[in-house]
């Protein structure tokens, strides 16, 4: 998983921490001081904070990109931070028992709803906060206060990300899918029966990860 703020680029990585880099990525440099856990699942920017979610010891939060880390669990019941995201000043933490938020930059969580839920992913688009799990698709408007299942027309329940190009929904499970207005639910694309890890906008193109940051095909969806 990766984060941008600016000009830097962090890389979380299973055992070695997180890594920064200043220059696209020809150079990296390991930023783990006061991380004590080092598996990262999770890295988001909110502000001039970086946040990591970890395997097992919760979210550290950076305020100076990297350079020292500090725990932030207070409330947070579980230590397993699948996913991370920020919307509006709001900390979204994903785990394996539900979601959890946070409007203090991580100092105190609360609970966020879909309790019992293993969060796949959160992420923000189109002005709502999306959360995957393995019963499916759920949104909100109103910051985590209350979920709404949107899996009408999906083939598969494990919705595993969403991102957002010029107005248009894509959802990755197996082969993508785009959110048509007019009838209000997901409509297969071309790209079928393959799981989709995650999703990337750049420009006019939408590119999409088949497997976990393995291989990247370009799909020209305008």
């Given at each position: 998983?990766?984060?941008?703020k600016g000009a830097l680029i962090f890389a979380g990585t ?171 639910s997901w409509q297969g694309t071309t790209l079928t029966d ?29």
């Amino acid at each position: 998983m990766f984060t941008v703020k600016g000009a830097l680029i962090f890389a979380g990585t299973q055992g070695g921490g997180v890594f920064r880099s200043s220059d696209n990525g020809d150079t990296w440099i390991q930023v783990n001081s006061g991380l004590t856990n080092q598996s990262i699942l999770s890295l988001t920017v909110g502000g001039t904070n970086v946040f990591a979610g970890t395997i097992g010891d919760g979210v550290f939060v950076s305020a100076d990109n990297g350079d020292n880390w500090t725990a932030v669990n207070t409330g947070l019941t579980d230590l397993v931070v699948t996913s991370l995201v920020v919307n509006n000043n709001t900390v979204f933490a994903g785990t394996n028992s539900g979601m959890f938020v946070s409007i203090n930059n991580g100092n105190i969580w609360t609970p966020g709803g879909l309790a019992g839920e293993i969060i796949q992913f959160v992420s923000v688009a189109n002005s709502k906060v999306f959360a995957g799990t393995f019963h499916g698709l759920f949104h909100s408007i109103d910051n985590g206060a209350n979920w709404d299942l949107d899996n009408n027309g999906l083939s598969g329940a494990t919705v595993l990300c969403v991102a957002e190009r010029e107005g248009k929904l894509y959802a990755g499970t197996s082969g993508v899918f785009v959110f048509d207005d007019n009838s209000g639910s997901w409509q297969g694309t071309t790209l079928t029966d393959e799981p989709v890890y995650a999703l990337i906008v750049a420009g006019h193109y939408l590119d999409r990860f088949p497997l976990p940051m393995a291989f990247l095909d370009r799909l020209m969806v305008a």
